[in-house]
DNA sequence: GGTGAAATTGAGATATG
DNA sequence: CATATCTCAATTTCACC
């Protein structure tokens, strides 16, 4: 996995990344302006971003409040003895969950739920609890969804590091 | 606010949210093919779901594996007696949390961290310990992860209604 | 909401420093 | 890796049905 990684990421992929994390639809052109790179140059590094994994894909991001969804809720499962019962029901039956992770833990699986309204959530929980216990907890209010992904600081000390030997 | 939504979405909305969040750079040409409507109309419906807000955005993908951030933690924050530190300190100086919400009940805060191994997690948690009792929930895999934004169950059930008195 | 055409824009390639 | 340029293609946008 790790010869598929070339090389670890510099501090200009990172910047690529930042903007295309805020704006996926920025052009070559306007991308090589702000990182201060040809636009050739830029294209290359996207591409090997693209063809590397690093960038999976462009999304359009939808507001699940404006689009009718406002009730956002966590789903702690526990599923009974090591069944796991989200391995034999698909996800799609339960288009409500956003996002399923297994976790370490008694509560072995953690959902991220959103649905139109509390009587929507209701006959969701209803539906799911044939699956085992659970423990949900329902979101006030939310202060940051999806936060664009940033050099880790070990990572922005090195290259911080590094610009220091440069000059 | 709902006066800023001149109209529920219909299924051709839902189609294009489908499309675009699968793929934010598809040009209008295609889309219009996709969603069975000329692109001028595709357009317009486009640039109403970005003017009422329920398309904020377009932001490239990006693999946390990939970019060096594999660790995925989920941290429940207990405020001491109502004071929310994360409202004091803001979530700039914690580059690992990508997301924040409040929860009701006795743990007030849910966070979503990601970091780029146990130790720099082990890291965090001793920072953000200092802000009040926690409990940490490690992912051990994802099955779904920001899965895209599909109409409500009762939605589908109206638009099919619709559907049905139509031919 | 559909159609068609004109004008703008951007992508990709290539050659060179 | 930067610059320059060229060509080709594609999309946006407008006016009109």
Same mark, same amino acid.
């Given at each position: 996995?790790?010869?598929?990684?070339?090389?670890?990421?510099?501090?200009?992929?990172?910047?690529?990344?930042?903007?295309?994390?805020?704006?996926?639809?920025?052009? %070559?052109?306007?991308?090589?302006?702000?990182?201060?790179? #040809?636009?050739?140059?830029?294209?290359?590094? &996207?591409? $090997? *971003?693209? /063809?590397?994994?690093?960038?999976?894909?462009?999304?359009?991001?939808?507001?699940?409040?404006?689009?009718?969804?406002?009730?956002?809720?966590?789903?702690?499962?526990?599923?009974?003895?090591?069944?796991?019962?989200?391995?034999?029901?698909?996800?799609?039956?339960?288009?409500?969950?956003?996002?399923?992770?297994?976790?370490?833990?008694? %509560?072995?699986?953690?959902?991220?739920?959103?649905?139109? #309204?509390?009587?929507?959530?209701?006959?969701? &929980?209803? $539906? *799911?609890? /044939?699956?085992?216990?659970?423990?949900?907890?329902?979101?006030?209010?939310?202060?940051?969804?999806?936060?664009?992904?940033?050099?880790?600081?070990?990572?922005?000390?090195?290259?911080?590091?590094?610009?220091?030997?440069?000059?």
């Amino acid at each position: 996995m790790n010869a598929f990684r070339s090389a670890a990421l510099d501090d200009v992929d990172w910047k690529i990344l930042a903007e295309l994390q805020r704006d996926a639809r920025l052009s %070559y052109n306007e991308l090589s302006r702000r990182v201060h790179l #040809s636009a050739p140059s830029v294209a290359e590094r &996207v591409r $090997r *971003l693209e /063809e590397s994994g690093v960038i999976t894909g462009y999304a359009a991001r939808v507001d699940p409040e404006r689009a009718g969804q406002p009730l956002l809720a966590f789903v702690q499962l526990r599923c009974a003895r090591g069944q796991c019962l989200l391995r034999t029901s698909g996800a799609e039956d339960y288009p409500e969950i956003a996002e399923i992770h297994k976790l370490s833990g008694e %509560y072995c699986t953690m959902l991220k739920v959103r649905s139109a #309204s509390l009587t929507h959530f209701e006959g969701f &929980v209803e $539906r *799911l609890g /044939e699956h085992g216990e659970m423990r949900t907890h329902i979101v006030l209010s939310t202060q940051y969804d999806d936060r664009p992904l940033e050099p880790s600081v070990l990572e922005r000390e090195v290259t911080d590091a590094e610009g220091w030997q440069r000059p």
